[in-house]
């Protein structure tokens, strides 16, 4: 088994960082983004926003780590009357990330777009990889792989067939379905639970489709109200069809928490009629109800300080401009808002009902026995 755990761990390395470090050995033509460490601060300039912040523009000397700025000395020229919002301040021995830009003169420009953060990022990847697998062992071991295939799914599946103009609704109910059977068949095994959970997410999931196409229509949602959907706008002549895009990440973000809560409640279902063969199914429902509740509660807490903590700029937006004539009201109405109230309200109707429906699914199709 620890074979096949070390093994596990090399495949999950090579497919996720491989093709990371291809980059490194990419040369530039006119435009590329590298690495570089800052070597020397050569001028700092300290100026005041018209709020009162103040905020510090730094010219630096660089030296490139990859590509074809490898080993080659570089200037920063950061000081300048244009006010960047989230300007970092540098210090010798950071590394950053450097766009390079060569124009059709020759001459050579950079900027820095922000600090490389990759290497923190790969050990706390180790770190999660150590204890799932520590904790979870051989099935922690297959929740590695499914998270990994899932995430093949949604690079290799949907997002490319979404860029060729597909419907991203269509595709991520069928990228959805697949990931799912992809999670509970590889951790639980091709059994009665594992059947059972595939229908249950898949009625649940259904409920939860339906009130994100009625809401969405009924709000006007476009999908066009996050930041990044302005980036997507004309990019390589392709039409996105942003109000699907909008419902696909509806459906993305509830399949994993439904997963959670129906497989929990089966185990819960088994479990009971393991300790007890003779109880009915209408006991066992009732009981394996009231452990769901509970899981129901923590869920719905996860679910809205989730919400609420990615939401925290925008609250304190709204607090800090109430005597400037933004209400309640009014903040609810912009579509940004009301796109994550029905995200979050749509994904958490769905979590409700999953609980019900595995329950009842099990409590009626399960025997006392293991499968």
């Known amino acids: ?43 700092v300039q300290e100026k005041i926003r018209e709020n009162g912040v103040k905020f510090e523009q730094q010219n630096l000397k660089l030296v490139g780590l990859e590509g074809y700025w490898l080993n080659k000395e570089l200037i920063y020229n950061g000081i300048s009357e244009i006010d960047v919002a989230n ?24 900027y820095i777009t922000d600090f490389v953060r990759s290497k923190y990022l790969y050990a706390l990847f180790v770190i999660f990889i150590i204890i ?23 690079i290799r599946f949907i997002l490319p067939q979404i860029l060729k103009g597909a419907d991203p609704f269509l595709l991520s109910l069928a990228g959805g379905l697949i990931i799912l059977g992809i999670m509970i068949y590889l951790t639980e095994g091709f059994k ?68 959670d809560i129906i497989v929990g409640q089966i185990e819960a279902v088994e479990q009971i009629k393991l300790a007890n063969p003779t109880l009915s199914a209408k006991k066992v429902f009732t009981m394996a109800y009231k452990v769901g509740n509970t899981h129901i509660g923590a869920i719905i807490n996860t679910l809205f300080l989730a919400y609420a903590g990615a939401a925290l700029p925008l609250l304190l937006l709204f607090i800090l401009n109430q005597d400037s004539g933004i209400t309640f009201s009014r903040l609810i109405n912009t579509e940004i808002v009301s796109t994550e109230i029905v995200r979050a309200l749509v994904g958490s109707i769905g979590v409700v009902l999953s609980m019900p429906i595995a329950t009842w699914l099990a409590a009626i199709q399960l025997k006392p026995k293991n499968d």
Not at 17 to 37: D, G, H, M, N, V
Not at 132 to 152: C, P, Q
Not at 195 to 212: E, G, K, N, Q, Y
Request: overall charge neutral; proline content about 1%.
């Open 132 to 154: 799932v697998l520590l904790v979870g062992r051989a099935k922690g071991f297959k929740a590695l792989i499914g998270l990994f295939l899932s995430f093949v799914v949604i």
């Open 1 to 43: 088994m620890k074979k096949i755990y070390i093994l596990g761990i090399l495949l999950i390395f090579v497919v996720f960082l491989y093709p990371l470090s291809l980059k490194a050995e990419q040369t530039i033509a006119k435009s590329e983004i590298f690495e570089a460490r800052v070597v020397e601060i050569i001028q």
């Open 87 to 110: 300007v970092n301040s540098y210090k010798i021995g950071d590394k950053v990330l450097v766009d390079g830009q060569v124009n059709e003169l020759g001459e050579e420009n950079f």
């Open 192 to 259: 009665l639970k594992s059947h059972i959970a595939i229908l249950s997410v898949l009625i649940s999931l259904s409920f939860t489709l339906l009130l994100s196409i009625i809401f969405t229509t009924l709000t006007k949602l476009s999908g066009l109200a996050q930041e990044e959907a302005a980036f997507l706008i004309g990019i390589d002549n392709v039409d996105i069809n942003f109000k699907g895009l909008l419902l696909a990440g509806f459906i993305i973000g509830s399949i994993g928490v439904l997963d």
